[in-house]
């Protein structure tokens, strides 16, 4: 069982950075594929960044060149850096542990993030 707990949302102007935490408990926290998902209020849940237990990442389209996602295994928490946040970033950001790519387990309580224009 892994608990996940995001912060570090909030209200940025357009242009403006944030970065978001996930802490998670448990002692497999190094093994797991950790990604980041997002949504819009009326859209479709969508993966916005992943990192493999092995460091590989993966970003979607969207947010490729403006937002970083990392993990400190030490610290069993998550990171995504996003910079040159534009309004339709505007969504609740959740972070998600699983044991491959394409398929997540267990789920944060997410936290929003809002770019004003």
């Known amino acids: 069982q892994v608990q996940l707990v995001e912060s570090g949302g909030g209200l940025v102007q357009a242009g403006g950075s944030l970065r978001l935490s996930c802490a998670a408990s448990g002692r497999t926290f190094s093994s797991y594929v950790m990604g980041w998902f997002r949504q819009a209020p009326g859209k479709e849940r969508e993966l916005v960044a992943a990192i493999t237990s092995g460091g590989s990442t993966n970003y979607a389209d969207t947010v490729k060149g403006r937002f970083t996602i990392s993990r400190d295994n030490a610290k069993n928490t998550v990171y995504l850096q996003m910079n040159s946040l534009k309004p339709e970033d505007t969504a609740v950001y959740s972070c998600?542990?699983?044991?491959?790519?394409?398929?997540?387990?267990?789920w944060g309580q997410g936290t929003q993030v809002t770019v004003s224009s």
């Open positions: 998600a542990a699983g044991w491959t790519l394409r398929k997540y387990d267990y």
